[in-house]
């Protein structure tokens, strides 16, 4: 089992930035390949960006790519996603992933944290 708890949520005015963390428990971090969702209200859950166990390989949707940016700290057992530029239509609830390889389904999910990004 993977514990996430995601943090770093909340109001930011467009063009501004925010950096989100999910911490991971339960499992040896460097194992597990994670991921960031996001569900705005009335849509579905879109995938948003991707990194490997070892922080060598990310992946972005094109809707946040060079504005967006994955990370992790296998030190911490912490992944991060840092947002720059936002858009009013980034705002939704983020929530961080883990899966055990790039073969199978995201298994394991965090709580998910608001982001609003007012115009």
């Known amino acids: 089992q993977v514990q996430l708890v995601e943090s770093g949520g909340g109001l930011v005015q467009a063009g501004g930035s925010l950096r989100l963390s999910c911490a991971a428990s339960?499992?040896?971090?460097?194992?597990?390949?994670m991921g960031w969702f996001r569900q705005a209200p009335g849509k579905e859950r879109e995938f948003v960006t991707q990194?490997?166990?070892?922080?060598?390989?990310?992946y972005y949707s094109d809707s946040v790519k060079g504005r967006f940016t994955i990370s992790r700290d296998n030190a911490k057992n912490t992944v991060y996603l840092q947002m720059n530029s936002l858009k009013p239509e980034d705002t939704a609830v983020y929530s961080c992933?883990?899966?055990?390889?790039?073969?199978?389904?995201?298994?394991?999910w965090g709580q998910g944290t608001q982001v609003t990004v007012s115009s």
């Open positions: 992933a883990a899966r055990d390889s790039d073969y199978v389904q995201y298994r394991y």
């Open positions: 339960g499992r040896t971090f460097s194992s597990i390949t």
């Open positions: 990194i490997s166990r070892n922080g060598g390989s990310t």
